[in-house]
């Protein structure tokens, strides 16, 4: 049996309860530094999940009160969902999504803009941090 890939601990344990509180296939399309360390190896800091979609939108409240920056899951861990509502994505960015984790939560999927996706939707806000950001992905390419 293959090993399901997991993500170091607080992420982990507050994605075992996001999965826990939702009964079917929940997608969460995740943008930010979040997705940077985790999917792309830079090692930054980050206390949040930048969360563009969630999908079905019938469990999205029900996510949104859980992990939201102040609820439940915060307190208890120390991390947070945050839903970008302005945003500059890629046009048919869904189109190109990558599943950060497959097979290890039940119900969710942690889903992820390719690289390119990411370095745009980055360059449009143009914060320090999301510059540094875009140039880690630019060192990987000439790698």
Known sequence: MLERKRQPEPWDAFSKELDAAVDGTLRL???????????????????DVDVIELAPRAAADTMMSLGIFGGQLHRKHRIYLDRVAVAAIPENYEER????????????????????????????????????DVRFFGAQDSV
């Open 97 to 132: 999504l990558v599943e950060m984790l497959p097979r290890a939560y039940s119900h969710l999927r942690l889903m992820a803009p390719d690289a390119y996706d990411l370095a745009l939707s980055k360059l449009e806000r143009n914060s320090q941090k999301d510059r540094d």
């Open 29 to 47: 399309d995740c943008i930010g530094g979040f997705v940077v360390t985790l999917l792309y190896g830079l090692g930054r800091p980050t206390a």
